[in-house]
């Protein structure tokens, strides 16, 4: 972060001082906003949608809007996991819902309008899988053409989306990794516009529409705590940037803190974060939670500044406690979510035993995807019962 600043439409991606690592960061006239987003014009706005946001997203006046809804995704009070984990109140926002069924369906739909807006008529992204189907599901609705890269062992349902949505699909034999490092090379050697959320600034500001629906929907009772899961760094820092903004314009009075949860095998952020080092050293991922089984995470910096600005912290869960709690937010709440998407629910019960999180507070944590995009995770999970003989006499010996 060198702080060199540049006006809209001089970059589209990183900062040409830092290269690669220099990921952008986009700030709006936050005074002129106002005049046109704050507490009464929200309240007055029917669009249940992220468009209702649209002065703080970076839409070029007069982009043609994707027809897929998202956003306004609703909020649950979870009493029973609330007094489980020994906090006031536990509430969860399920972004199973999206068009897609995953919180990645917020970027892409930036991501796809900017390209199209720019004329652009191929977008390409690496992913661990969830990216990619919303990239292709907001392509689809847009005519643009999508380019996929995805590791080979991405999850059966999510490479359906994929080829339902017809996108091109490239799987990578290898990791994420492999499939993010080739994905930026046939970028640079085909001209595809990048939906990477680690290279294109823009994204993060579709996953700030999160942080902004947040604090929207919850003004009066604002949480004191906000749980995400985290691999590449991207939502937690756009959950950051939104609950700021709203802040910055009068909508809230306060900032909650943001905690960002890593599975145990997949954690090289929190380790940095735990170490005070602003430096993250590269792991082998390894973790059932598919979504942020993220070994190089490429938006680390940010993740860190954001958190760090909450007063924030970063927890990690093993792949058991993940996995227990797939069934048990399910039962507790309706909300069926894939394993990464229960990571931020796991996450709460180590916060409390570290002491990050007081009997006394209220927590939000984000349920990121549908657990139908995972069903052979979901199914390790649960024992499936014997078949029986269609007659009552079998029901009744099950039922004992
Ligand atoms: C991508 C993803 C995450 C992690 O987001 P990052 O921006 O990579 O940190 C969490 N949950 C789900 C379901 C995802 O698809």
């Given amino acids: 972060m060198c702080g060199k600043t540049y006006k809209p439409g001089q970059v589209e991606y990183t900062c040409t001082v830092c290269g690669a690592d220099g990921i952008l960061d986009v700030h709006y006239d936050y005074e002129q906003v106002h005049k046109v987003l704050n507490r009464d014009t929200l309240a007055a706005n029917s669009d249940r949608t992220l468009w209702r946001y649209l002065p703080l997203l970076p839409i070029p006046q007069g982009a043609r809007l994707p027809r897929l809804t998202v956003g306004m995704s609703p909020i649950y009070d979870v009493p029973i996991l609330a007094t489980e984990f020994g906090v006031k109140r536990l509430l969860v926002k399920d972004e199973g819902r999206g068009p897609t069924a995953s919180f990645k369906d917020r970027a892409s739909a930036i991501g796809a309008t900017r390209a199209l807006a720019l004329g652009r008529s191929e977008i390409a992204c690496a992913s661990t899988g969830n990216a990619a189907t919303s990239l292709a599901g907001f392509a689809a ?58 290279v294109n600034p823009y994204l993060v500001e579709g996953k700030k529409t999160g942080g902004l629906e947040i604090a929207e929907q919850l003004a009066r009772e604002l949480p004191d705590v906000v749980f995400v899961p985290v691999g590449d760094g991207c939502i937690i820092s756009g959950i950051c940037k939104g609950l700021i903004e709203m802040k910055e314009l009068g909508v809230t009075s306060r900032v909650p803190r943001v905690i960002g949860v890593q599975a145990e095998g997949a954690a090289p952020i929190a380790a940095a974060f735990n170490a005070g080092k602003d430096r993250v050293v590269p792991v082998e991922a390894n973790t059932l939670a598919d979504s942020i089984s993220v070994g190089t995470p490429r938006n680390w910096k940010k993740a860190i500044h954001y958190v760090r600005a909450t007063g924030g912290s970063f927890v990690t869960v093993s792949d058991p406690a993940i996995l227990e709690m797939i069934p048990k937010l399910a039962r507790a709440s309706g909300v069926f979510a894939e394993p990464t998407g229960c990571v931020a629910a796991a996450g709460v019960r180590e916060a409390r035993a570290r002491g990050l999180v007081a009997a006394g507070d209220s ?37 004992s």
């Fill in 363 to 399: 927590v939000l944590v984000l349920a990121t995807g549908n657990g139908l995009k995972d069903v052979r995770g979901a199914m390790r999970a649960v024992t499936l019962p014997e078949p029986v003989t269609p007659d009552l006499a079998a029901i009744r010996q099950a039922l």
């Fill in 141 to 198: 609705d847009l005519g643009l053409a999508a380019k996929i890269f995805v590791p080979a062992s991405a999850p059966e349902a999510k490479v359906a989306q994929l080829l339902i949505y017809g996108a091109k699909v490239f799987l990578v034999k290898g990791t994420y990794v492999d499939a993010w490092n080739i994905c930026q090379a046939a970028v640079a050697e085909f001209g595809w516009y990048n939906r990477s959320c680690a």
